[in-house]
């Protein structure tokens, strides 16, 4: 049996050769849909085009921030000690050298007294005797003695610098104190709020005074608060320098990585508004800050050499 012969085209393909031939086109495209297209397309493009000439984008310098209270007054221990009692109450209203504390005082007690007796003793030998040398010496060393003891003594007890209202007592009767811990806050009458945001330190150049600066507290969605920065740190600090301005209470708890610049506002009111509810500020709240350092046309944020055109740039 002979081998059929393979062909290379197909056969629809030859008949429609050998028929008759008729010209047409190879692709055939409506001229209706083409024409309603390319105007599509071109509005839409124009429309994009002014759309990116008119709004405006804005670049954030965003970094953490705390609340901080004005005219607070922190009570220190000026000596080391075991507090005997607390005075007062958190809340509760007191009167410049009104007491606040008590410290264990026994020895200071005792070397107190035996003074006070060894001076009243060399004291009625002198009146007895007027021309008792000794006991006129005596009484001459013995009494810095007790004034040094009396200052010792008062020293056990924790007075209120001034008027004002008890807060944030961070101690309890036998809790053994070193010098220069915090025992309380007192808050005056002219108490304020305000605002400390620690931004990232390459914003310091772009960073003004006047500048809006938003607010927004952490556990309060969708609340922000509008202010405006007042100061800005002339120095770009580390995050160990941030910490110890803001006090071992308050720096301890941020979250900080790099170099930041201190940026400060003052709150309007004591309190916001968050739904239907008044809330009250309190010293140490963190948040969010963000300041506008930049704002540009999208077309030259999207094409950069467009800002020559624009003379974008400015906050």
């Known amino acids: 049996m002979a081998e059929q012969k393979r062909e290379i085209f197909r056969r629809e393909a030859i008949e429609a050769l050998d028929g008759p031939q008729r010209a047409g086109d190879i692709l055939r495209i409506s001229p209706a849909w083409t024409r309603w297209g390319f105007w599509l397309i071109l509005s839409l493009l124009a429309t994009a085009a002014v759309f990116g000439a008119v709004f405006t984008v804005r670049q954030y310098a965003a970094g953490v921030a705390l609340v901080r209270a004005e005219g607070r007054t922190d009570v220190t221990a000026l000596l080391g000690g075991t507090v005997l009692s607390v005075e007062v109450q958190p809340g509760q209203r007191v009167a410049a050298g009104q007491v606040l504390v008590q410290f264990h005082m026994a020895r200071e007690t005792a070397e107190y007294d035996r003074i006070v007796r060894e001076f009243e003793l060399q004291l009625v030998r002198a009146l007895r005797d007027p021309s008792d040398q000794a006991a006129r010496q005596a009484l001459t060393s013995l009494q810095p003695q007790k004034e040094l003891a009396e200052s010792r003594l008062r020293e056990r007890t924790v007075r209120s610098p ?60 969708h609340f922000t608060a509008e202010l405006t920065v007042l100061s800005i740190g002339e120095e770009v600090i580390g995050p160990a320098e941030a910490k110890r301005y803001l006090g071992s209470e308050l720096g301890d708890a941020l979250p900080l990585a790099g170099p930041v610049v201190l940026v400060h506002a003052s709150l309007p009111a004591e309190t916001f508004q968050w739904g239907d509810k008044i809330f009250r500020y309190y010293n140490g709240m963190p948040g969010l800050a963000e300041v506008v350092i930049k704002r540009e046309k999208i077309l030259v944020a999207l094409i950069p050499w467009l800002e020559v055109l624009f003379g974008e740039g400015g906050a």
């Open 162 to 221: 001034s008027d004002g209202v008890v807060s944030d007592i961070r101690i309890r009767p036998g809790q053994l104190l070193t010098p220069g811990e915090t025992i309380l806050s007192i808050f005056g009458g002219n108490s304020k709020f305000s605002v400390v945001a620690l931004l990232p330190g390459q914003y310091r150049p772009m960073v003004q005074p006047g500048m809006g600066l938003r607010l927004e507290l952490a556990g309060f969605q």
